[in-house]
């Protein structure tokens, strides 16, 4: 049987050519795919987040300009992005300026651009994204190839559709408003050449904080608050512990500043006794030099200091001696000895001697002195005023030594 060559060859270029006609529309519909997608992603989520970041980049900007002035709300406006746009652009500058000083004389010479200008900008940039997406997405067609080497960049790791191509968002802004603030971003070379690193006064606050924290939560003075937004943790202390633990926190401060081997933890014991030893062991002192079983209280928060047990109502203190015990040799038994010295001339020696003082003023520390007063009972007098106003006027008017 005879072969017919040329319908043969019509057969073949038949198929070839429906292969063809179905490579073309496979690719059409492709080519529609990916730019479908990247359509919807483009108004649908690059779009929006470009509008709420330019409307936090004016917010930020007029935020640190309120605070700060106009200088300094431009100069971060210059730096490296990140410090607009958030919505904690005023916390993020204020971390800055709180660690570091700025150079007021070099600033002056910085030529900033405006706000104005940096909009202008941003809205340039993203308007010719915007062109290019229409261009790609109107009438007229290019390959699937082509297409998605036009796609690439406008957005990252983020699947168009579940076919392998991929397209990203050139200008798609990172959604900064959940990101961690911790750390602000990094100046331009240029500006950071105006800042100049704040000293490290103990760490400052921080190693405060944490000896503030360890004290009251060692020490119980009242409930601790947790604040997700920035880790931190804050104390609602009770009244009655409110100068005890101001004080405490005083002293615990001293003690690590003057050791640094002491940790917080140590501090807290440490600093608690010393506490005592300064605001309470000297009126437990006076109620055994005054026998008959005479018991004291200190005082808190609204209630006064208190010696109970007393013969009469009130304590002369000009003319009342505070006793010490002693071992007598003899009989080996403690004995209580007049050491012959008043008590007001005793309370104004521990004012003067023991109570803590601020290294730089050399004056007592004023929460120590608060816990000291709150602790003098009313009714130890020095002529006819309570020792307690005597003190407090003498310290107020820096009037000591009596």
């Known amino acids: 049987m005879a072969i017919d060559f040329g319908r043969l060859a019509q057969g073949v270029a038949t198929g070839a050519m429906g292969q063809y006609n179905a490579e073309v529309a496979a690719k059409d519909k492709l080519r529609g795919d990916v730019l479908k997608a990247a359509g919807i992603k483009f108004?649908?989520?690059?779009?929006?987040?470009?509008?709420?970041?330019?409307?936090?980049?004016?917010?930020?900007?007029?935020?640190?300009?309120?605070?700060?002035?106009?200088?300094?709300?431009?100069?971060?406006?210059?730096?490296?992005?990140?410090?607009?746009?958030?919505?904690?652009?005023l916390t993020l500058v204020n971390q800055v300026l709180k660690e570091n000083n700025i150079d007021k004389d070099k600033i002056k010479n910085f030529k900033f651009s405006t706000q104005a200008e940096r909009v202008a900008e941003k809205k340039s940039e993203f308007q010719k994204t915007e062109d290019q997406m229409k261009n790609l997405i109107g009438p007229g067609g290019i390959g699937p190839g082509t297409a998605k080497m036009q796609l690439e960049g406008f957005g990252k790791d983020d699947s168009m559709m579940d076919t392998q191509t991929q397209v990203t968002d050139q200008t798609q802004t990172t959604d900064t408003t959940t990101q961690d603030t911790e750390e602000p971003p990094k100046l331009k070379t240029d500006i950071s050449s105006l800042f100049t690193p704040k000293p490290d006064v103990q760490g400052v606050e921080t190693k405060y904080n944490n000896i503030k924290k360890a004290v009251n939560e060692t020490m119980n003075y009242g409930s601790p608050m947790y604040n997700s937004s920035d880790g931190s943790t804050t104390f609602n202390i009770a009244d009655q512990f409110q100068s005890k633990s101001q004080a405490h926190v005083q002293i615990a401060s001293q003690m690590t500043k003057d050791d640094d081997s002491i940790n917080q933890f140590d501090a807290v014991a440490r600093s608690k006794q010393e506490l005592d030893n300064q605001t309470v062991i000297p009126f437990k002192v006076i109620a055994m030099s005054l026998g008959n079983n005479t018991e004291y209280r200190e005082g808190h928060g609204k209630a006064n200091a208190m010696l109970s047990g007393l013969k009469s109502r009130t304590i002369d203190s000009a003319n009342t001696t505070v006793k010490r015990q002693v071992k007598n040799p003899e009989t080996n038994k403690i004995e209580m000895q007049d050491t012959g010295v008043?008590?007001?001339?005793?309370?104004?020696?521990?004012?003067?001697?023991?109570?803590?003082?601020?290294?730089?003023?050399?004056?007592?520390?004023?929460?120590?002195?608060?816990?000291?007063?709150?602790?003098?009972?009313?009714t130890i007098m020095y002529g006819d005023q309570s020792v307690k106003s005597v003190i407090a006027q003498a310290h107020e008017s820096s009037f000591f030594k009596l």
């Open 43 to 89: 108004y649908n989520e690059t779009r929006p987040k470009y509008e709420k970041e330019m409307k936090l980049y004016n917010e930020d900007f007029n935020a640190v300009k309120l605070a700060h002035g106009p200088d300094i709300a431009n100069l971060f406006g210059d730096a490296d992005g990140g410090f607009y746009g958030t919505g904690n652009g």
């Open 342 to 378: 008043s008590i007001f001339q005793y309370l104004t020696d521990v004012y003067n001697n023991d109570l803590l003082k601020d290294k730089q003023s050399g004056k007592v520390n004023s929460l120590v002195f608060k816990k000291f007063l709150e602790n003098i009972p009313p």
